[in-house]
């Protein structure tokens, strides 16, 4: 069990005080008419690929279909929670807003702190209603026009960071997680009491260098021609990592330059080596652990992130009395 974390009560309660917390929901984006299809990602040069940069390699414009313009209207926003999920997971979202979300939605433990599903679109107009009924109801979608495949995810992660750099430039710090990971938010906001000077222009989570997979049977492979490198650069798991909102600009500054590459946070590594920023390991940040992991122990051990976790999982973890 990892030790929990210390923090100081009074300090957190001030972090707290400025954290928005923005889950992003895929954005639905209806390009169009009501019943327009999604945007499809035309892949880039492999010529572009061999190289460190070049001008413009993609270009991410996709028009917005739900929207929270208001969320960071407050100044004082320090956290903004990005939430990504297929636009079909209805229960997956359900299931996070009323455990481990449920006490940033009451806002009387973190009064400020924010949080959006991102979602991309999809052909069905059945679920395309029923998005837009759930937007009505709760609020907290953002949602685009593009194809949310897993292929499109690094569309999907460059949204967030325009949206983000859009809506919430006075925000401190913005997290990235899944649907899938259960997280404690209050160990959150101590990790940034404690690292959040190296995380203003840096990125922290399970970050590390790893060689690139080649076997064509892994979710992960990647060839040459869309990888030429034996190894990537530093980068934090998609799971969940953290990072000052000077990150999320500086990613939409740089995007355009960097070779598309299909592996969210690998692109996201890229992209901070070119801005100059760099990555920061943090123990209480898990994306192995979930399906074997005690309840109690996912409550009460000191951990900020736990990935592979299912909906009734995250159920039996929030309802545990430990």
């Excluded at 919430?168 to 938010?185: A, G, I, L, M």
């Excluded at 000077?246 to 990613?251: E, W």
């Excluded at 994306?287 to 992130?305: F, H, M, Q, S, W």
């Excluded at 976790?309 to 009395?321: E, G």
Aim: overall charge positive; hydrophobic content about 40%.
């Amino acid at each position: 069990m990892l030790q929990p974390i210390k923090l100081n009560i009074k300090s957190l309660s001030a972090v707290a005080g400025g954290i928005v917390l923005v889950g992003l929901v895929v954005v639905y984006a209806l390009h169009g008419n009501a019943l327009g299809r999604p945007e499809h990602i035309k892949p880039p040069s492999t010529l572009a690929l061999k190289t460190k940069q070049c001008p413009r390699c993609f270009v991410v414009d996709h028009e917005v279909i739900l929207d929270i313009p208001d969320l960071c209207v407050d100044r004082g926003v320090t956290l903004v929670i990005v939430i990504h999920v297929s636009a079909d997971r209805f229960v997956s979202r359900e299931t996070v807003r009323n455990t481990w979300l449920s006490e940033v939605r009451n806002k009387e433990k973190f009064q400020n702190v924010r949080y959006f599903f991102l979602l991309g679109n999809t052909d069905s107009e059945s679920v395309r209603q029923d998005i837009q009924d759930e937007s009505r109801l709760y609020k907290d979608i953002v949602q685009y026009n593009f194809d949310d495949t897993y292929r499109n995810l690094t569309i999907k992660t460059v949204l967030a960071m325009q949206w983000l750099h859009s809506r919430c430039p006075y925000s401190k710090f913005f997290f990235k997680t899944d649907d899938d990971v259960w997280v404690n938010v209050t160990n959150l906001l101590a990790v940034l009491q404690i690292h959040g000077d190296k995380l203003e222009r840096a990125l922290g989570g399970v970050c590390r260098s790893v060689t690139v997979v080649r076997k064509t049977s892994s979710k992960w492979h990647a060839t040459f021609e869309e990888f030429p490198k034996d190894v990537y650069d530093p980068y934090c798991s998609g799971t969940g990592y953290v990072g000052g909102i000077a990150v999320a600009k500086g990613v939409v500054n740089v995007y355009t330059q960097v070779p598309y590459f299909y592996l969210e946070d690998v692109f996201m590594g890229m992209c901070l080596k070119l801005i100059g920023y760099g990555t920061k390991y943090l123990q209480h940040f898990d994306n192995t652990r979930g399906p074997e992991i005690d309840e109690c122990d996912a409550k009460l051990g000191g951990y900020v992130t736990i990935h592979k976790i299912t909906s009734q999982r995250m159920i039996d973890i929030y309802r545990r009395i430990c």
